[in-house]
């Protein structure tokens, strides 16, 4: 069964750090893309990251660039995000999702074909 | 980046079909035809739809297909069946190896 499951979600105070992991199964995780999105309460989605199956291709979204750092480590089939400086704004549920194509890259995008069921960021003090 | 734009709700009594743009910009659905479609029931992860504009997965009825003119892409469902009520969300490739998600639309099957 091809699973993709979160952890490290937790309470964190406003301006200190929480490191997430994503452990994949039942696909072979380098040969794909992966990403995190998160999802607010009661907003919609929003991509935060993505990470080439090789790792030379790094992309963040203007809202965490400079305060995240996704990287993966293929040999343990997992993903992580570092989150650093965190915001109040920061708090959602974070999702690892696997991209469609089976090229490792962003590109041909296939959508993101399989989601965890996410961790849960609260940051308050 | 601004998320592109979805109306808040829609709605259609079973059997009948319903169709949800998603607009935005001649950088992201307008250049790219890398639009994706997600299905969101309450409390669950969110469920790819519709890639590449009008592509379905496997296992992704027929009834669901996809189409983009200009800015604006649209997600049609056919036959609306009483589990088709969800949130669903556009997703645009943006260029420079960054997404943008729509703003949701909620179908709801009367």
């Known amino acids: 069964e091809v699973q993709l499951v979160e952890s490290g979600g937790g309470l964190v105070q406003p301006g200190r750090s929480l490191r997430l992991s994503c452990v994949a199964s039942?696909?072979?995780?380098?040969?794909?893309?992966m990403h995190w999105v998160r999802q607010a309460p009661g907003k919609g989605l929003e991509w935060v990251s993505g990470?080439?199956?090789?790792?030379?291709?790094?992309a963040y979204a203007d809202s965490v660039k400079g305060r995240f750092t996704i990287s993966r480590d293929n040999a343990k089939n997992s993903l992580y995000v570092q989150m650093n400086s965190l915001r109040a704004e920061d708090m959602a549920l974070y999702y690892c999702?696997?991209?469609?194509?089976?090229?490792?890259?962003?590109?041909?995008?296939?959508?993101?074909?399989?989601w965890g069921q996410g961790t849960t960021v609260t940051v308050s003090s | 980046q601004s998320a592109l734009t979805q109306p808040p709700s829609a709605s259609g009594s079973p059997g009948q079909s319903v169709t949800i743009s998603c607009t935005g910009t001649?950088?992201?659905?307008?250049?790219?035809?890398?639009v994706s479609w997600y299905q969101q029931h309450p409390g669950k992860a969110p469920k790819l739809m519709i890639y590449e504009v009008s592509k379905r997965p496997s296992g992704v009825p027929d009834r669901f297909s996809g189409s983009k003119s200009g800015n604006t892409a649209s997600l049609t469902v056919s036959g609306l069946q009483a589990e088709d009520e969800a949130e669903y969300y556009c997703?645009?490739?943006?260029?420079?190896?960054?997404?943008?998600f729509g703003t949701g639309t909620k179908v709801t099957v009367l």
């Open positions: 997703s645009s490739y943006a260029g420079s190896n960054n997404y943008v």
């Open positions: 001649s950088s992201d659905v307008g250049y790219y035809n890398y």
């Open positions: 999702a696997k991209g469609g194509d089976t090229s490792g890259f962003f590109l041909p995008d296939h959508g993101f074909d399989v």
């Open positions: 990470i080439s199956w090789n790792s030379e291709s790094i």
């Open positions: 039942g696909f072979t995780f380098d040969d794909y893309a």
